[in-house]
Each structure stands twice: as structure tokens, then as C-alpha cells.
């Protein structure tokens, strides 16, 4: 059985301040919680001030990014070995906005893959459609093709101990998620197409969708039988949305 993993990604928000207030009042708030992994990915520069906030609770240390290399004259990178040492577990990797912002293929995302898992540390792979491919039918084509380059370099067990987050670039930040059908269709598609490679993995790999995920939308979503919980932006960067969001992952009744 899956269990949810929800997990906070900060992108380029935050202060330590932000961080001295935010994450005690999210663990005063989850208290309760059971059934549900949760992961928080503030900016680099803050993992050692959330990691020293998080000593002893339930939710996990993540990261945005890695580099391609594992050590050497890179300026302004940072390892998936270093990653590691700050006790970073779960790292995001092919964000659209990486993809698109700093022109990152999906051979240097497998590249990236790679390097995490030979860390044991536990890729949170991106992938989606952008709004034109979607109109055009081109979602299930994008995503096999962004799967298809992790599963040449890494193997047909690559999806062992990884995650996968479907996001569709058209509902970041949008207002305008997917519909609970619409993300349904798409995760099944996936979970197939893994399946197709390897059929235990498929079953056991936790499939998050990512794109305007709020409390009003979340229980929705996450009683759908392939949406394994959320990779949230805007609204995990507010304790009461962000707890709200991680309830309904707990509570979700799936069939
Ligand atoms: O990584 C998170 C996603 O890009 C979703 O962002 P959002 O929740 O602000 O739409």
C-alpha cells in the first residue's frame, strides 16, 4: 500500500525569520497526523536552520535541485553528496521551471536522477505538459517521453524508491488546477507506462500531482486511486493551508 507523501516546495521564498515562525506553527498544527510523509524543500541557504526546526518530528528535509557533477571546480553548485550530509532525503529534480529557466533537458534530469539515487537520497521527478501540448492531445506522449529518458539511463527498476510528480505546466501557479478526472487519467497513464518496464515498481512508486493544489481541492484530488499525495507551491508556504492540505492526505478514503 502507498502511503501519501505531500511535499512543500518553497521555491525562491523565505527568510529565517519566515522559517523561526512558519515551521513550529505547522508542527503545532500536524500533531496528529499519521498516515501521511511529508517533506518541506525550503532554498539551499535555509536547510540547516529547517533541519534543526524539524529535529525529532515527522516531516522529512527536502531539497529543489542538484548538480550534474558530484564534485569539482562548479561554482555555485551543490552535490547530491552534500545534499546528503545536511540531511536532505527528498530532491526535486525537473521542475518545469528549471526546465525552462535554465534550459535543463531531459538527459541532464536523468543525468541528475542518477546521481541521487547512487546517494540513496530519493528523486522527486517532475514531469508534465505544457498548456499547448495538452490542447493538442500531446500529454501522455510528453510524459513517456520524459519517463522514457530516467528508464535508459537508470534501468527498468529506475522507479524504485522514487517519486514521481505529474505537474501540468499550465496549472502552476495558475489558480487552475487539473481536474481530479483530468489527473486521475494521467497518473494511470504513468503508473502503466512504468508497468510496462516493471510491474512492481509501477505499483509501489508514489505518483504526486503538482499545479495549484490548495485545501478547497486537495481531498478531491487525493481520493483518486493513482494521486499519491502533492508537490505544493504557493500554499505550502502558508501553515494553515499547507496543514489543511496534508489532512486531507491522511484522511483520504481511496478505493
Ligand atoms: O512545485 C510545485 C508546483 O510547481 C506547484 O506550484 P503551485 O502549487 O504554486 O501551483
Known amino acids: 500500500m502507498r ?4 511535499m512543500g516546495n518553497w521555491k525562491l521564498n523565505g527568510s529565517t525569520g519566515m522559517i523561526s515562525t512558519f515551521i513550529p506553527a505547522l508542527l503545532a498544527k500536524l500533531s496528529e497526523m499519521k498516515k501521511c510523509n511529508l517533506v ?20 522529512r528535509l527536502g531539497a529543489q535541485n542538484v548538480d550534474i557533477h558530484p564534485a569539482g571546480a562548479f561554482t555555485g553548485e551543490i552535490s547530491a553528496e552534500m545534499l546528503k550530509d545536511i540531511g536532505a532525503k527528498y530532491i526535486i529534480i525537473g521542475h518545469s521551471e528549471r526546465r525552462s ?3 535543463e533537458s ?8 542518477a546521481l541521487l539515487k547512487a546517494q540513496d537520497l530519493i528523486p522527486v521527478l517532475c514531469i508534465g505538459e505544457s498548456e499547448v501540448e495538452n490542447q493538442a492531445g500531446e500529454t501522455q506522449g510528453v510524459c513517456a517521453k520524459q519517463l522514457d529518458a530516467v528508464l535508459k539511463t537508470s534501468g527498468d527498476k529506475a522507479f524504485e524508491n522514487a517519486v514521481i510528480a505529474y505537474e501540468p505546466l499550465w496549472a502552476i501557479g ?32 508514489v505518483i504526486q500531482y503538482g499545479g495549484s493544489v490548495s485545501p478547497a481541492n486537495a481531498a478531491e484530488l487525493f481520493e483518486q486511486p493513482d494521486i499519491d499525495g502533492a508537490l505544493v507551491g504557493a500554499a505550502s508556504l502558508k501553515a494553515d ?11 483520504a478514503k481511496r478505493n
Open 3 to 6: 502511503h501519501p507523501l505531500v
Open 40 to 59: 518541506i524543500a525550503p532554498p539551499l541557504v535555509y536547510l540547516h536552520q529547517v533541519r534543526s526546526l524539524l529535529a525529532g518530528s515527522v516531516i
Open 101 to 103: 529557466h535554465h534550459r
Open 106 to 113: 531531459d538527459e541532464i534530469i536523468a543525468k541528475k536522477f
Open 174 to 205: 495558475s489558480g487552475k488546477s487539473a481536474t481530479p478526472a483530468e489527473a486521475q487519467r494521467v497518473h494511470k497513464f504513468i503508473r502503466g507506462h512504468i508497468a510496462q518496464k516493471d510491474a512492481n515498481s509501477a505499483e509501489k512508486v
Open 241 to 251: 493551508e499547507f496543514a489543511a492540505i496534508v489532512k486531507a492526505a491522511a484522511d
